[in-house]
C-alpha cells in the first residue's frame, strides 16, 4: 500500500473552499485514491474516489494530475457541519482488503 | 438508505472478561471487517473477513480476538480477556463486491472501556 501524506489540520471559515492536499509518490498502477470523512465518535465515511483526472460528486471533487503523485480533495462552500477529519487512501480497489488510514486532516470551520 | 447497525454502542467491562460486540453489515454485503480507534489516534484495521473466513488479519489481532458470522446477519467480533489497552472505539465495516467504486461503510461504532 501506497504510504501517503496530507497536512495535519486545516482551519476554515463557512464558505469557503477547502482544498486538502496528499502526496502518495510511490502510487502504483492498479491504485485507486479514495477519501475518508469522519466526525467525533463516529464511523469514517467514503466521499470520493478517483483513479485519473478529476471526479466530482455532490459532496466534493478530487482532482489528480497526470503523474498521480498527488491529489486534491476540494470541499465547495464548507459550513459548520463539515469539520472533521479527511482521510486520504491509496490502493487496489479489487484487493477487497484493509483500509489503512492515517492520521489525516482535521479540518475545522467556523462561523 | 442501508446502514451498518453496531451493538451495543457502549460496554463497560472489568479487565479480563470477555466481551462481544455485534455488527449487523448491509444485506447484500460479502465482506466484512473490523477496525478499532483508541482515543486520539488514527483508525486501526483488525481483521477482515470474507465465505466465513478471516482473509486478513494485523497483528494487533491476536489470539485473544476472534470473529465469527453465526447466522445470516450478525457478524461478531470476541474478546476473550480484556486487558486496559483495549479499551478504544471498534468499528463494523462491510462492502459489496459492485463496480465502479468498493466503498467501505462503516458503522456508528461500540465503545468499549476496560476497567
Known amino acids: 500500500l501506497a504510504k501517503t501524506t496530507q497536512p495535519i489540520s486545516m482551519d476554515s471559515y463557512e464558505g469557503q473552499e477547502v482544498n486538502i492536499t496528499c502526496s502518495h509518490n510511490?502510487?502504483?498502477?492498479?491504485?485507486?485514491i479514495t477519501w475518508y470523512q469522519q466526525f467525533p465518535s463516529q464511523g469514517p465515511r467514503f466521499i470520493i474516489q478517483?483513479?485519473?483526472t478529476k471526479v466530482t460528486n455532490e459532496v466534493a471533487s478530487l482532482f489528480i494530475p497526470a503523474d498521480r503523485k498527488s491529489s486534491t480533495l476540494s470541499l465547495p462552500r464548507v459550513s459548520l457541519s463539515d469539520t472533521a477529519v479527511y482521510y486520504c487512501?491509496?490502493?487496489?480497489?479489487?484487493?477487497?482488503?484493509?483500509?489503512?488510514f492515517g492520521a489525516g486532516t482535521q479540518v475545522v470551520v467556523t462561523p | 438508505e442501508p446502514e451498518v447497525t453496531q451493538t451495543p454502542s457502549h460496554q463497560v467491562t472489568q479487565m479480563g472478561q470477555e466481551v462481544i460486540l455485534r455488527c449487523v453489515p448491509i444485506?447484500?454485503?460479502?465482506?466484512f471487517y473490523w477496525y478499532r480507534q483508541i482515543l486520539g489516534q488514527k483508525v486501526e484495521f483488525l481483521v477482515s473477513?470474507?465465505?466465513?473466513?478471516?482473509?486478513?488479519k494485523s497483528e494487533i489481532f491476536d489470539d485473544q480476538f476472534s470473529v465469527e458470522r453465526p447466522d445470516g446477519s450478525n457478524f461478531t467480533l470476541k474478546i476473550r480477556s480484556t486487558k486496559l489497552e483495549d479499551s478504544a472505539m471498534y468499528f463494523c465495516?462491510?462492502?459489496?463486491?459492485?463496480?465502479?467504486?468498493?466503498?467501505?461503510?462503516f458503522g456508528p461504532g461500540t465503545r468499549l472501556t476496560v476497567l
Open positions: 473477513f470474507y465465505n466465513n473466513e478471516i482473509s486478513e
Open positions: 465495516a462491510s462492502m459489496s463486491a459492485g463496480e465502479p467504486q468498493n466503498e467501505q461503510f
Open positions: 487512501l491509496v490502493g487496489a480497489t479489487d484487493s477487497w482488503g484493509k483500509l489503512q
Open positions: 510511490n502510487i502504483a498502477t492498479n491504485d485507486y
Open positions: 478517483g483513479y485519473k
Open positions: 444485506s447484500n454485503h460479502l465482506y
